[in-house]
């Protein structure tokens, strides 16, 4: 078996820690799943996106873990498909009038933003969360919205989940007033 993947974290230019995530196809995100030794059997029952999105905040957890006051951390991610493979997945339920069998299970992970959910369920998180699709990654988008999450929140974990050529991409980081830089 070939599995083709890569995660991590790595701090960028003004000093926060990235967590990211690259797989070549979904069978390689339950081999990282695995890899992080994560108990959380609802992971399998995921779509990608949340999948994926999921993983990102799990390894950014491991260098936050019991930093975070989960009654004020919010969630945040920005993708520029959304939940559209699980949409077009959930077509294939409803399109042939003979065989038309609508699956709630796949049903709900139409919404986009059920991957802050997971990640909010998984750490007891309790803050705002949002889910934003974006044609183009805009970094003073995303510092903005951070900043007004920040109102209300003490901490916000950004993530930014695509499907680049097929495979999956996500990154996670926290953000806080005192690291709010762009």
Same mark, same amino acid.
């Given at each position: ?11 960028? &230019? ?7 995530i ?7 995100l ?6 992080l ?11 990608d996106?949340?999948? @994926? ?21 919010? @969630? ?10 699980? &949409? ?5 339920? %409803? ?20 991957v802050c ?20 990654? &805009? @970094?003073? @988008? ?6 007004d999450?920040?109102?209300n ?19 996670a ?7 709010l830089? %762009?």
């Amino acid at each position: 078996m070939d599995l083709k993947f890569r995660y991590g974290c790595r701090i960028d &230019d003004y000093g926060r820690k990235v967590s990211y995530i690259e797989a070549a196809d979904s069978e390689c995100l339950g081999y990282v799943y695995r890899e992080l030794h994560l108990n959380y059997p609802k992971f399998f029952k995921m779509d990608d996106l949340s999948k @994926v999105g999921f993983l990102a905040v799990e390894r950014l957890m491991i260098e936050y873990a019991n930093l975070l006051d989960v009654k004020t951390t919010g @969630v945040v991610f920005f993708s520029k498909e959304a939940s559209l493979p699980t &949409d077009r997945h959930f077509e294939e339920t %409803i399109c042939d009038t003979e065989k038309f069998f609508p699956s709630p299970s796949i049903f709900v992970y139409t919404l986009p933003n059920i991957v802050c959910g997971e990640v909010c369920i998984r750490h007891g998180f309790q803050g705002e969360t949002s889910f934003y699709v974006l044609e183009n990654y &805009d @970094v003073d @988008v995303v510092k903005n919205i951070c900043c007004d999450m920040l109102a209300n929140n003490s901490a916000v974990i950004c993530g930014v989940v695509d499907f680049p050529d097929g495979g999956f991409s996500a990154q996670a980081e926290v953000f806080m007033a005192e690291n709010l830089k %762009i």
